[in-house]
């Protein structure tokens, strides 16, 4: 029962990362001291999507069992809130359905309570520390939670240095689901489609008690977001 109830909570933070569109804030007061990146990033535009329709692309795997699964399935919100209908699957039936269609429903209801907003990178959720440019460019900022919180993620933040705008996110989630996961860690990458910040790629590695590492990697390929054409996905089961 313990480790059903792990298992529940650890889909209940996978579907909330993948809801979750990382929202950033206007500047006040208090951040007025930041420096110059930060302030760019805290200064850009970042609605919530009010509709997108996308392909997603799902795959998991445990190594220990030798278990693993893909599933492809459109996911779309609108006014009416999120909705989801796979077109193709395979692989491990316990992963299939505990994992993909729990995430799916999970994020389902997340949405209906606007849950995907509460994990927000803004200062009443994290301490940022500069640590200024990397090899490749960009720039990083440490993010410390200022609460052990599922949604929230210990580690850093990488944006573009010209104008702040965010890429990727990485590090380790803040409070593990519960006392059987050791640890899970996460890379989300980001990009803008009609002017909206989406989510493109979600990697996550949990460390089970007993039941080692699992792995659960996630790609977006929209259609249209905020009823603007933005791409044309193709199910990657046809090349399989």
Do not use: C
């Not at 104008?163 to 890379?187: C, H, N, Q, Y």
Request: aromatic share 8%.
């Amino acid at each position: 029962m313990e480790r059903g109830l792990s298992r529940s909570v650890l889909v209940a933070s996978i579907a909330a990362l993948a809801a979750a569109h990382v929202l950033a804030a206007t500047p006040t007061d208090a951040t007025s001291a930041a420096g110059p990146i930060l302030q760019r990033f805290l200064a850009l535009s970042d609605p919530s999507p009010t509709s997108y329709r996308a392909l997603r692309h799902l795959e998991a795997r445990n190594d220990k069992f030798d278990m693993s699964a893909w599933m492809d399935v459109w996911t779309e919100i609108d006014a009416s809130g999120f909705k989801y209908r796979i077109v193709a699957e395979e692989g491990s039936d316990s992963i299939r359905s505990r994992v993909f269609r729990e995430t799916l429903e999970t994020e389902r209801r997340m949405w209906a309570s606007a849950a995907p907003d509460a994990g927000s990178v803004t200062p009443a959720n994290y301490i940022f520390d500069d640590r200024g440019a990397l090899a490749d460019g960009l720039a990083a900022l440490t993010i410390k939670p200022r609460r052990r919180d599922m949604l929230l993620v210990d580690g850093a933040i990488f944006l573009r240095p010209e104008d702040g705008e965010l890429l990727k996110m990485e590090g380790d989630l803040a409070k593990p689901p519960s006392f059987w996961t050791r640890r899970v860690r996460i890379v989300r990458h980001f990009r803008r489609f009609a002017g909206v910040r989406m989510p493109v790629s979600l990697d996550a590695v949990a460390n089970l008690r007993f039941f080692g590492q699992s792995t659960f990697h996630a790609v977006y390929e929209y259609e249209t977001v905020n009823a603007e054409r933005v791409g044309t996905p193709q199910l990657r089961a046809a090349s399989r």
